[in-house]
């Protein structure tokens, strides 16, 4: 039983026996990933301060070590030179003070002066159990040493809004840097409220982004603003819509508005309608970076708040996604595997063929992880798709309806369950004749590229060890199928004994 007391144990305080036996569980878990970023021990959530410093990618993540459960936060902190291979660097805040005496809650980092500056929300509770959030500056030197502010700098909720106010993203223009803060109303509505500072240390409050959506949910999680392309973007995560169609079918969303640049004077954003990221059924709370080469750059947290997950018995949860280059197409955001993945490809097979009313396996074409590439073309099929992570009994469908135009990923047969209470399939429109999938296949997920980024599914499965086979098939009709399969290395991660968490 996950008690108050035991989800706010702090890892400084535990036995290193204790972290070597929750290693150990850990290590046991036959739904360890190969490729992505994922905990030594404990529960992985929102990604932060996503930056590149010091001629090095930094990510850092939400992280209780000591179980499967959202208990009390600390950064964890990881650098890469390519955004394949990661190096773990350790903790890198620890709620430790009076602001953050419940956890070191979601936020960025910004360059400034030669350091990297980090602005978080630090969580704490009085004794009657009341949240009090402060926002928190901490400062990273080159050598990779943390120190954290004495103070907050910003101590107080505004009027009119709860005490839901958190998870900063800091930029900076001219000689201004602001930041969107996810925030709900008093009369329990999500928005986002935009800061002002001259040095990052003293915050004036400019006020709420206007936009064109009302009462949208109960809280706006994780905003996240930048201009591409010459329009503006805003990226969150909203609480509590219903569902409406196929749209909207997870616990919460996350997904973005894109217009005008926001008129940081008026605070005003002009904006289309809110489109989900990714139609998975596993991503929340994303962070994105601008990198060295001018790539616009997004990381998400691939699980979501208050779900139970298989992996939780072997005392860790969750995974990041893999990173995505972003860019605009037709008023949409794309979103594509970043180039430095193909490192990872090893051993290649392809095929050529049609697919005629039947369902077929190709020699090569099995495993547990791998990234598969599919073009179907010519299709006169009533339905067509890819079933993988194949055994007897287990399978997961991505599959095209032509008949509805509809891309469904199907995963009720997946093997042990999770999240059924919001269904076992996730769907989206597609209109085109000539269909591509870039599916990244790793231990225990699947994420799905379709058509070049035009729309992403993200989804963890959870297949038995024997379950690797990869078929194609066609019903009521035939398809024109071109597939390449590479098996994929596995990241270099350092890993970490119990005495160096």
């Keep these: 039983m996950w008690t108050v ?12 026996e204790e972290i070597s036996n929750l290693m150990v569980k850990v290590k046991n878990c036959p739904w360890r990933q190969t490729f992505h970023i994922q905990p030594e021990i404990g529960l992985l959530n929102d990604p932060n301060g996503f930056s590149f410093y010091n001629g090095e990618y930094h990510l850092f993540y939400q992280w209780f070590p000591l179980g499967p459960v959202h208990g009390l936060k600390y950064w964890y902190h990881k650098k890469s030179k390519d955004l394949v291979n990661w190096e773990n660097v350790g903790i890198a805040i620890r709620p430790n003070d009076y602001f953050d005496s419940h956890g070191a809650y979601s936020g960025s980092a910004i360059e400034h002066n030669g350091n990297l500056y980090f ?14 959030p402060y926002q928190c500056i901490a400062i990273m030197d080159q050598n990779c040493k943390i120190t954290k502010m004495e ?28 930041a969107v803060m996810g925030a709900q109303r008093v009369d329990e509505t999500g928005c986002i409220l935009l800061y002002s500072s001259p040095n990052l240390l003293e915050w004036k409050f400019e006020g709420e982004v206007q ?5 949208f949910g109960f809280m706006w999680e994780c ?91 072997n005392e860790w949860a969750h ?75 287990e399978k997961t469908s991505i599959k095209y309806d032509s008949r509805t135009k509809q891309v469904i990923f199907d995963r009720s047969l997946s093997g042990e369950p999770v999240g059924e209470t919001f269904g076992t399939e996730r769907k989206c429109t597609i209109g085109s004749s000539t269909l ?17 980024g035009e729309e992403v599914f993200t989804g963890r499965i959870f297949p038995s060890k024997d379950s690797r086979g990869i078929q194609f098939y066609a019903k009521g009709g035939a398809v024109k199928l071109k597939a390449t399969k590479w098996n994929l290395d596995k990241c270099t991660i350092e890993k970490n004994s119990a005495d160096k968490l």
């Design 211 to 215: 936009t064109s959506l009302e009462n």
């Design 223 to 313: 905003p996240d603003y930048f201009e591409l392309q010459d329009q503006g973007v805003l990226i969150f995560s909203p609480q509590g819509l219903e569902p409406d169609g196929v749209m909207y079918q997870n616990i919460y969303q996350s997904g973005y508005v894109l217009g005008e640049k926001l008129d940081l004077k008026q605070k005003t954003l002009k904006h289309g309608d809110f489109i989900e990221l990714d139609r998975g059924f596993d991503f929340y709370a994303p962070q994105t970076m601008l990198d060295p080469k001018g790539r616009r750059i997004l990381v998400g947290w691939m699980g979501l708040p208050e779900i139970d997950y298989p992996t939780d018995k």
């Design 151 to 178: 103070k907050p700098v910003i101590s107080e909720i505004p009027y009119g809004y709860t005490d839901h106010f958190r998870d900063p993203k800091v930029w900076k223009e001219n000689d201004t840097f602001y």
């Design 319 to 393: 995974c990041l996604t893999l990173p995505r280059e972003l860019s605009i197409h037709e008023g949409k955001l794309i979103q594509k595997p970043i180039k430095e993945l193909e490192k990872l490809r090893k051993e290649k097979v392809e095929i050529d063929t049609e697919i005629d009313d039947e369902t077929r396996r190709f020699k090569g074409f099995y495993g547990e992880s791998y990234e598969l590439n599919a073009e179907f073309t010519n299709s006169t099929a009533e339905e067509f798709g890819i079933e993988l992570r194949v055994s007897e009994n």
């Design 436 to 452: 591509t999938f870039r599916i990244f296949v790793d231990t225990s997920s699947i994420e799905l590229f379709i058509n070049d």
């Design 119 to 132: 602005f978080y929300t630090g969580n704490t509770r009085d004794e009657n159990w009341k949240r009090h």
């Design 5 to 16: 007391e035991k989800r706010y144990r702090r890892i400084e305080e535990v036995e290193i």
